[in-house]
């Protein structure tokens, strides 16, 4: 427990900063209004009008997230393996190749199918 | 510490400091974080100024140190707009989910071995776990979500598509990094920072590891955002990225966050792969490199190594396209992490259950690993020497209406040819007109 | 869900052999996040934008990460913020900007048999969790047996010789989630890419353009960008204002100029023979 309390420390500190310098801002800088400023800013022309509910993404971002999902969870099941590697031995590196070449297979398919292209 | 757990999951030499040193400890890191901030942005601006034949900013305090503190008085003189458009919670709230966790990962870097600070006996860093390069990663997953906030709080185009193309970035290439450490993890059989410090007293991981040095450090720099790799902030496509909307100090707190995270990536590589706060070869040959207050400046010098080679890195090379980027991280960077990582567990189990001898399994490695790199280079010429052919006889093929026996609509490149026949003007008026809008 | 998960984990930690009285640093942080965590998921209900449940979703897994980080499990809380709050979540974030959803968009349900599915695969998975849990509660090896090589490597120990079946089916399951995406959110692309060369060539042989079109006039009035660019006999160029604003009907007429600009369709660009 008392390996956090360290973390807690100057987690508690860095928030603290950036609250506080961000209530500064509102205090310290001027505030002079005007519609203008206000608009998002698209290098000079009136701003595009957004779609209810925010703006719409690429789907193919939608890929990318999802793949780094996998290799996500790749890795946190690496990770373990590595650390306790010497105890596991010859199987536990048999197993791991197991695991790795399945999961190239989908690695593979994916960038045969071309999921892998961005524009 | 808890008597009653006996095996308390924590790393021994630390979770015993007292409540002052703790606080001291947090706060000189805090300072530490800052400081570095303020001398790698005025560091940034005079080493790319030599480079460019410029001079760089010399005019406020000596050398023009001061420079990045106008700055930040600067920035907190402006004013605090907040976009009409905006959703006025998420927009306050990103840049502080940027900046806290940006300071959140140097908790468990260690400066230095054990020293004595007023007396009491304690280790140069803040805590460690048995799963802190683990707990670096989270803590970055976590900063992560203060750019998409800032892109999508904003209400605006250029932040969302540059918040958007930031975070894919980011993801990218963190597996990427992820995988590069696997390799150390399995040579320390530790994932606490201390403990794999102290497993490279006989080496360091960069030279035994060599390509997942290379890995990671490609990797960084993906993951900071930075030149050649700061798609998310191309001026020329996205105006300013994800903070394009924000000003004053909220904006600086992403810019603070954008440098403390350059200095994290750095000391995270200095404490994996250069050995961390001990001293390089030639100093190490003197008994007291190693020991008290010292190893504090090996470990700055090796993170400002780091810092020189990013501005370096901004100086010298132009900016990849995306597509590019992303094709460097998921196509070259994770096969050569996965495929290294096979080999090194491969070479390290050979070791410690047959008792191979190191340097025969990297002889024959060396000679396989040189065999395929030179056949998947030919591989490679040979496949682009294709490319480039089919590319130039690839012209758009004769339009087919009826290409395997069906009637099917011209692809991209075809055109529809003038149409003859009495029937066919009738016939055709219909698809006729949709054709054609798909010709475009 | 939080709260029985939570305490259901509090209790099986509390019922080892090693740990029975919870310290009191523990229950500080408990009943500290615990009222987080339950305020979180309920906003998370309760939230009008889907992106800030998105967020409260987050929030509440953080708060379940410090949840496992306190009963000694520094692997699993840690795990917990890799994947679920930077992975999952971010995907989350993605999908929701991705097809801009808002309370304003239609609730109708497209899958039939949605909910009864989703009750029953809610009920197993209770039940998993209640024996699972209970199973712990009434036989267990104790956290100082647990974590006595070390939380991480006690952990490897299991998954890689007792659990290696269910670790070797997670890939398939992570193969199952590689298909699935490529199936719902991958296009086909039926044409090569251009090249950077040919693009280059493209660009000169369509004969129009080939350098950057000239800028928008600059008037220091207000957006300037709208206005066009004047030439040297005094009339408007056509390409000195964006395509874009042209089609919104957004170009003023440039100081001095006797038109406007021609309709935009009329304007012949570079590019726009492809």
């Not at chain 2, 940027?98 to 860093?125: D, N, Y």
């Amino acid at each position: 427990m008392n390996s956090y309390v360290p973390i807690l420390v100057l987690g508690a500190l860095s928030l603290g900063f950036a609250v506080v310098s961000i209530g500064a801002g509102a205090l310290t800088g001027p505030k002079r209004y005007n519609r203008a400023k206000l608009d998002a800013y698209e290098c000079g022309i009136e701003p595009t009008p957004q779609p209810v509910g925010g703006g719409r993404f690429p789907v193919k971002y939608y890929l990318t997230a999802m793949l780094f999902i996998i290799f996500d969870i790749e890795i946190v099941f690496l990770y373990p393996w590595a650390v306790h590697f010497d105890a596991l031995g010859i199987f536990g590196l048999v197993e791991m190749v197991l695991f790795i070449v399945t999961l190239l297979a989908a690695y593979a398919y994916v960038w045969r199918r071309g999921g892998l292209e961005w524009d | 510490m808890n008597g009653t757990l006996l095996a308390s999951p924590e790393v021994s030499g630390f979770g015993g400091d007292p409540w002052w040193l703790v606080v001291i400890k947090a706060v000189a890191i805090f300072v530490f974080l800052v400081v570095m901030t303020l001398f790698a942005i005025w560091a940034e601006r005079r080493v790319v100024g030599r480079m460019q034949q410029r001079i760089g900013p010399n005019r406020v305090g000596p050398f023009g140190l001061l420079q990045s503190l106008a700055d930040g008085i600067k920035l907190a003189l402006k004013e605090d707009i907040v976009p009409k458009a905006a959703d006025k919670a998420v927009f306050i709230l990103a840049p502080i989910i940027a900046a806290t966790p940006a300071f959140l990962s140097f908790a468990v870097i260690p400066f230095g071995p054990e020293v004595s600070i007023f007396g009491h006996q304690t280790r140069l860093q803040l805590t460690d776990l048995p799963v802190a390069v683990l707990y670096v990663l989270a803590v970055a997953s976590v900063g992560i979500y203060g750019i998409v906030l800032a892109g999508w709080s904003s209400g605006s185009t250029y932040p969302l598509l540059g918040g958007l193309r930031s975070s894919a970035q980011m993801i990218s290439y963190e597996v990427a990094m992820g995988l590069s450490f696997v390799g150390v993890f399995l040579y320390a059989g530790s994932m606490s920072t201390s403990e794999i410090v102290n497993a490279q007293a006989h080496g360091w991981y960069a030279v035994l590891l060599a390509p997942s040095f290379v890995i990671y450090v490609i990797a960084m720099i993906g993951e900071t955002n930075r030149a050649p790799f700061d798609l998310p902030e191309a001026e020329g496509e996205l105006v300013g990225g994800f903070h394009t909307e924000y000003s004053s100090l909220k904006f600086a707190l992403f810019f603070l966050a954008e440098y403390i995270n350059m200095v994290t990536v750095s000391a995270l590589a200095t404490t994996l792969f250069l050995g961390g706060w001990r001293a390089p070869w030639p100093v190490s040959l003197w008994d007291g490199a190693n020991q008290g207050w010292w190893p504090v400046l090996w470990f700055v010098a090796k993170l400002l190594m780091f810092l020189f080679v990013f501005i370096w890195l901004r100086g010298t090379l132009p900016r990849l396209r995306y597509d590019q980027f992303m094709k460097l991280g998921w196509k070259v960077l994770i096969p050569a992490a996965l495929g290294w990582l096979l080999l090194v567990a491969t070479v390290r189990a050979l070791n410690t259950e047959y008792n191979f001898d190191t340097r025969e399994i990297a002889l024959y490695g060396g000679i396989a690993a040189a065999a395929l790199i030179a056949v998947t280079f030919v591989w490679d010429l040979i496949a682009a020497r294709r490319d480039e052919e089919s590319a130039v006889e690839h012209e758009p093929e004769e339009f087919d209406a009826m290409a395997g026996g069906h009637p099917v609509p011209p692809m991209p490149g075809q055109s529809k040819p003038a149409l003859t026949g009495v029937g066919a003007t009738t016939t055709a008026a219909g698809p006729d007109h949709t054709a054609t809008e798909d010709d475009r | 869900m939080t709260i029985s998960g939570s305490t259901l984990v509090a209790l099986a930690a509390a019922g080892t052999p090693t740990g029975t009285a919870t310290g009191t640093g523990e229950a500080v942080l408990f009943w500290l996040l615990a009222p987080i965590a339950v305020l979180a998921s309920l906003g998370m209900l309760f939230s009008k934008k889907a992106v800030h449940s998105a967020l409260l979703l987050a929030l509440t897994m953080l708060c379940l990460a410090a949840f496992y980080l306190a009963q000694d499990a520094p692997f699993l809380g840690v795990v917990q913020v890799v994947v679920y709050t930077g992975a999952v979540m971010m995907l989350f974030l993605f999908v929701l900007m991705l097809v801009g959803v808002d309370s304003s968009d239609s609730l109708v349900e497209t899958l039939r048999g949605q909910r009864i599915a989703a009750i029953v695969a809610a009920l197993g998975f209770g039940a998993l969790l209640v024996f699972s849990i209970g199973d712990v509660v009434v036989s267990n090896a104790g956290l100082a047996t647990a974590n006595a090589d070390g939380n991480v490597q006690g952990l490897a120990a299991l998954i890689f010789s007792r659990y290696v079946f269910a670790f070797e089916v997670t890939s398939a399951l992570l193969i199952t989630a590689a298909l699935g995406a490529m199936v719902l959110a991958h296009r086909e692309r039926i044409e090569r890419p251009l090249n950077q060369r040919q693009l280059s060539e493209q660009r000169f042989r369509g004969g129009v353009h080939p350098a950057p079109l000239p800028g928008p006039g600059v008037y220091a009035r207000h957006n300037a960008v709208d206005t066009p660019a004047l030439l040297p006999d005094g009339q408007p160029a056509d390409v000195s204002v964006s395509r874009v604003l042209l089609a919104r009907g957004d170009v003023r007429k440039a100081p001095g100029a006797d038109v406007v600009v021609r309709d935009a369709s009329e304007i012949e660009r570079p590019g726009d023979d492809q």
